[in-house]
Antibody, heavy 119, light 108 residues
Framework: EVQLVQSGAEVKKPGESLKISCKSS????????IGWVRQMPGKGLEWMGI????????RYSPSFQGQVTISADKSISTAYLQWSSLKASDTAMYYC????????????WGRGTLVTVSS | EIVLTQSPGTLSLSPGERATLSCRTS???????LAWYQQKPGQAPRLLIY???SRATGIPDRFSGSGSGTDFTLTISRLEPEDFAVYYC?????????FGGGTKVEIK
């Protein structure tokens, strides 16, 4: 089955680090861009950035540049989103999604990982 | 950065009625590069429309998209109970590939 399976919900304290994952199956992971989208509680969708696992080419939205790191391990078909020092404002649902072959829209989504940052 | 403004914020309609959702962009976007997504409570977004007017795989033909330049529209011809959800537009012609704020279609 073609799918993206995301890691489970996380509860962290401010200042802690975190790495969440998105594992693909059913398609050639190295040949598709994988993006990350944030959804803060009760809010809309925000495009964070995207990576091409084939060569690790990564693009960030200016709003998220320097705030998070996107990476991928093509040997295990998994993309990652990580923070070095979480803030309460990072509390959100994070979705990974696959870009189509030729255009920058997202045709396959993971179910999301809820990250809660609270002291 | 291209800003997308969706209106109305909330649309209250009854099943069987027609829904018309608007998405305006702050700069002209080629119609090739405009998508619509549907999100139901507790679920991930789902691709509905790409290229402004092409339905994604498995999307019923009651969903249609149109528009060009800075004005785009998603139309649901006859609302089914499962169509009550939040809808987002996205431009993917210029990075960052921004989303609109969403329109909630609720049962009247």
């Amino acid at each position: 089955e073609v799918q993206l399976v995301q890691s489970g919900a996380e509860v962290k304290k401010p200042g802690e680090s975190l790495k969440i994952s998105c594992k693909s199956s059913g398609f050639s992971f190295s040949s598709y861009w994988i993006g990350w989208v944030r959804q803060m509680p009760g809010k809309g969708l925000e495009w964070m950035g995207i990576i091409y696992p084939g060569d690790s080419d990564t693009r960030y939205s200016p709003s998220f540049q320097g705030q998070v790191t996107i990476s991928a391990d093509k040997s295990i078909s998994t993309a990652y989103l990580q923070w070095s020092s979480l803030k309460a404002s990072d509390t959100a649902m994070y979705y990974c999604a696959r870009r189509t072959r030729n255009y920058w829209y997202l045709d396959l989504w993971g179910r999301g990982t809820l990250v809660t940052v609270s002291s | 950065e291209i800003v997308l403004t969706q209106s109305p914020g909330t649309l209250s309609l009854s099943p069987g009625e027609r829904a018309t959702l608007s998405c305006r962009t702050s700069q002209s976007v080629s119609s090739t590069f405009l998508a619509w997504y549907q999100q139901k409570p507790g679920q991930a977004p789902r691709l509905l429309i790409y290229g402004a007017s092409s339905r994604a795989t498995g999307i019923p033909d009651r969903f249609s998209g149109s528009g060009s330049g800075t004005d785009f529209t998603l139309t649901i011809s006859r609302l089914e109970p499962e169509d009550f959800a939040v809808y987002y537009c996205q431009q993917y012609g210029s990075s960052p590939f921004t989303f609109g704020g969403g329109t909630k279609v609720e049962i009247k």
